[in-house]
């Protein structure tokens, strides 16, 4: 699970989950109706974070990280603040 980044302070790195294509029930959702999951893997985490470590899945803040995409992969960087629970 190393990453291209390491995260200062109380940043945390992560990725988000795959987003559904399909329903419980087998329908095929259409790419406009798909909404952006706020539940990802914690890939790394700076020297002040206390509550997360790598490898736990995070529930964060939507509006609230900072997005950005390395050799294909997208990544969140978010404040350990605006985690708001682990899964």
């Known amino acids: 699970m190393s990453t291209p980044i390491t995260p200062l302070a109380d940043r945390v790195v992560a990725v988000r989950e795959a987003v559904k294509t399909q329903t419980a029930s087998g329908i095929y959702l259409p790419e406009s109706s798909k ?6 893997e914690v890939r790394a985490v700076g020297p ?4 997360v470590k790598a490898g736990d899945k995070i529930i964060y803040k939507e509006y609230s990280t900072t ?3 390395i050799d ?3 990544y969140l960087i978010v404040r ?3 985690i708001l629970a682990t899964v």
């Open 72 to 74: 294909g992969t997208e």
């Open 67 to 69: 997005e950005l995409t």
């Open 35 to 40: 909404e952006k999951p706020v539940i990802a």
């Open 48 to 51: 002040d974070v206390k509550a």
């Open 80 to 82: 350990e603040e605006d």
